[in-house]
Nanobody
Framework: EVQLVESGGGLVQAGGSLRLSCTAS????????IGWFRQAPGKKREGVSC????????DYEDSVKGRFTISSDSRKNTVYLQMNSLKPEDTAVYYC??????????????????WGQGTQVTVSP
């Protein structure tokens, strides 16, 4: 059973940085995409960034371009989200999700087969 576990959230001042991790307990798939999403209170879950196993291609939501970087370490079964220049509007619960047997990134949550439990990111003014 694939399990995703996020870590690295916390409280940070505006302008600060955090690095989130998404670690899979096991991941027997060669074709996949890992997405980072966030959900603020009262809002829908929105896609932030995605990494595809196809050539390691990446995608970012417009508001985080230039500030967030997604990367992976296959030896550790881990995908990271480095978040710099954080803003109060980045405050949310951050989730990672996995699309399997496909390399197509997506910002549509129902396309993801597996999810982590989420990690809270709070950015103070």
């Amino acid at each position: 059973e694939v399990q995703l576990v996020e870590s690295g959230g916390g409280l940070v001042q505006a302008g600060g940085s955090l690095r989130l991790s998404c670690t899979a307990s096991e991941f027997p798939f060669e074709d996949y995409a890992i997405g980072w999403f966030r959900q603020a209170p009262g809002k829908k879950r929105e896609g932030v960034s995605c990494l595809s196993s196809r050539f390691g291609s990446t995608d970012y939501e417009d508001s985080v371009k230039g500030r967030f970087t997604i990367s992976s370490d296959s030896r550790k079964n881990t995908v990271y989200l480095q978040m710099n220049s954080l803003k109060p509007e980045d405050t949310a619960v951050y989730y990672c999700g996995a699309i399997v047997m496909s390399t197509a990134c997506s910002s549509y949550p129902p396309n993801y087969s597996y999810w982590g439990q989420g990690t809270q990111v709070t950015v103070s003014p």
